[in-house]
């Protein structure tokens, strides 16, 4: 019996990337004085300024001239066309730089971080166009804006995808289809899809359109540090198709067996198609054809259909089963250079749901090739987001949350005004995740069945432990506990108080050891990030010292007076009143990075999360 999915499953593409070695500059070419590789790197929110130290694997723009000028623009070796490309990248508090696909189309990059509504110019920006001819105050034309600001604070690490499609030209080099940013993502955040580009942008190196030209980064506007660099280019040559037969049979046939039974119909078709069935169901229909590969290489097949099917090639099965048409089923061979016959099944023996059936081929180096007709399989029925936004108050709500691929059932989303928000554990009393920008996603919460019941991020998001933040240890050397049960900790339930701005901050209240924890999180002055109070009251009934943990990570450094830059500069700790007093320890703790401050003698443990 198939089971119909309620939710959209995204079609998985073959993607292997390539990295650019950062040992040295050999991947550039000509970079100016201002370029080196180094080996670390450390920024702080309002430092204009980024520190190097001496190393592999970061990729750094520093002024060493007397100014920055257009010949410290970087190009590199890697010539493109097609592309698509990630990397990570770092700016101090009021740097500018870009990304130029094929030297010709900048993606921006800048410190845009709290503006509230980010223009053509601002980090993740699509940058305009420029032409004097059209007048003072209007040189600047079809720009692409973020849909939203996903720029961490200065000195944080960045990450960027970006799904390039270059021009097309024709034999006789004209234009015949504009260049495209298929998708472009900042820090996990949809930013722009399908966006067409009219002509270059701003800053190119020419205004002469390409099939091909080097990707480029904009060096003379300020510091910037890169790192992770890779890349995935599509230059192989395509398989070709070639006709098939095809035979049409009516019935229940979803064992694909027709045994002695004649077809209703034959004959040959350039692309096998469920419209040449002649019923909504009970049918089968079975194509003969011949794919001829370019190269031996692994070639990813991926079929999709709703009732049953099969795809074989040169008699074996590369994929089969019974499926919703938006599943895809995949499957691989390495197949040899030359022909190729194929053999693709499709049954139906139900009333409900569309004909649907599509079939397809990929290489590492190709984009995905339609063997069937393209309207042969529907188009993903449009889910409608459901979102939660936020307005002068505080907004809870509880869900199941997906947190380190595992559902926690006992979960609730706080929304805060300003932009600020996090996801909390009710069991363990943690932080699960803090994001900044829209608040939530409860779309699988709220549409239709709404089975899955979770709700998602919906902005910049930065991973916590998701552990209570208090415990009893015997010394700063003792492992932290994972988790607290129920008779350790108590959940009490939260309360609304208002703070003196007149907005209402949930307070979440626990016992632990004797202890009453009130736990409350609100928004800093200046939307900087999240400050989390714990207030600590009551006589503890372990003999132990108490320790919070404030932070986890990979690498974690003191990289300012009471400021720390958690797991390889992702976000920011800042100690706050009386916890700023204590001795701070940093320690290694089961192959992770701990940040411990003793409590002793606390009646408050207050900390800010800038990121």
């Keep these: 019996m198939l089971k119909r999915l309620f939710f959209l499953l995204f079609p998985v593409s073959v993607y292997a990337q390539t990295e650019i070695p950062l040992n040295d500059l050999s991947q550039f070419q000509k970079p100016s004085a201002n370029w080196s590789i180094e080996g670390q790197i450390v920024g702080t929110p309002q430092g204009e300024a980024l520190v190097t130290s001496p190393g592999k694997g970061i990729l750094v723009n520093t002024l060493k001239a007397a100014k920055y000028q257009r010949t410290d623009d970087l190009v590199f070796a890697l010539e493109h066309g097609d592309i698509r490309l990630s990397l990570d990248y770092m700016i101090p508090k009021g740097s500018n730089s870009g990304i130029y696909l094929q030297s010709r189309y900048e993606v921006q990059i800048l410190d845009s971080w709290l503006k509230l509504r980010p223009s053509d110019g601002d980090a ?129 046939l979803a064992d694909l067996k027709v045994k002695d039974q004649k077809p209703e119909a034959t004959g040959t078709t350039a692309e096998p198609s469920m419209k040449l069935a002649q019923a909504k169901s009970d049918f089968l229909l079975r194509f003969d054809g011949t794919i001829t590969i370019p190269e031996k290489d692994t070639y990813t097949f991926t079929t999709n259909w709703t009732g049953t099917g099969a795809l074989l090639i040169d008699g074996d099965t590369i994929t089969t089963g019974s499926h919703w048409y938006n599943e895809d089923v995949q499957g691989k061979r390495t197949l040899s250079a030359g022909a190729h016959k194929y053999t693709l099944y499709y049954a139906k023996d139900f009333g409900w749901g569309p004909r649907a059936l599509g079939c397809f081929v990929e290489r590492v180096g190709t984009h995905r090739q339609s063997i069937t007709e393209r309207t042969s399989l529907p188009e993903p029925e449009a889910t409608p987001l459901v979102e939660i936004t936020i307005d002068q108050e505080p907004k809870l709500q509880r869900s199941f949350v997906v947190y380190n691929d595992r559902k926690k059932t006992h979960a609730i989303s706080v929304g805060l005004p300003g932009g600020l928000n996090f996801s909390y554990d009710l069991n363990q009393g943690g932080f699960l995740e803090c994001w900044r920008g829209k608040f939530l996603d409860v779309t699988q919460m709220w549409h239709d069945r709404g089975e899955p019941q979770t709700a998602a991020p919906m902005g910049v998001t930065v991973q916590s432990n998701g552990k209570f933040p208090l415990a009893f240890i015997a010394s700063a050397n003792a492992s932290f506990p994972d988790s607290l049960n129920k008779t350790e900790l108590k959940y009490k339930g939260y309360q609304l108080i208002k703070q003196e701005n007149g907005v209402a901050y949930p307070v979440f209240t626990y016992e632990y050891n004797g202890l009453s924890i009130k736990d409350q999180t609100i928004s800093s002055t200046k939307n900087e990030g999240l400050v989390r109070r714990l207030q600590i009251a009551g006589n503890a009934i372990s003999s132990q010292p108490l320790y919070a943990l404030v932070a986890e990570g990979e690498v974690i450094k003191n990289v300012g007076k009471n400021l720390y830059a958690i797991n390889n500069q992702t976000y920011y700790i800042e100690l706050l009143g009386e916890t700023a007093n204590q001795q701070a320890v940093v320690r290694q703790s089961n192959g992770k990075t701990q940040l411990l401050i003793p409590v002793s003698g606390l009646k408050e443990v207050s900390y800010q999360v800038t990121f």
């Design 124 to 252: 993740g920006a699509i940058y305009h166009r420029w032409d004097e001819a059209r007048g003072a105050g209007k040189e600047g034309y079809e720009g692409h804006p973020p849909r939203q600001n996903a720029i961490k604070a200065p000195g944080l690490w960045n990450h960027i995808e970006i799904d390039f499609q270059a021009p097309r030209f024709d034999a006789n080099g004209k234009k015949i289809a504009n260049a495209k940013f298929v998708k472009i993502m900042l820090n996990g955040v949809l930013l722009h899809e399908n966006v067409e580009l009219l002509g270059v942008t701003r800053g190119a190196v020419s205004t002469q359109e390409t099939s091909k030209a080097p990707l480029m980064i904009q060096g003379d506007h300020g510091q910037v540090a890169f790192k992770n660099i890779r890349y995935e280019v599509f230059d192989k040559p395509l398989v070709q198709m070639g006709t098939a037969d095809y035979a049409y049979y009516k019935g229940k």
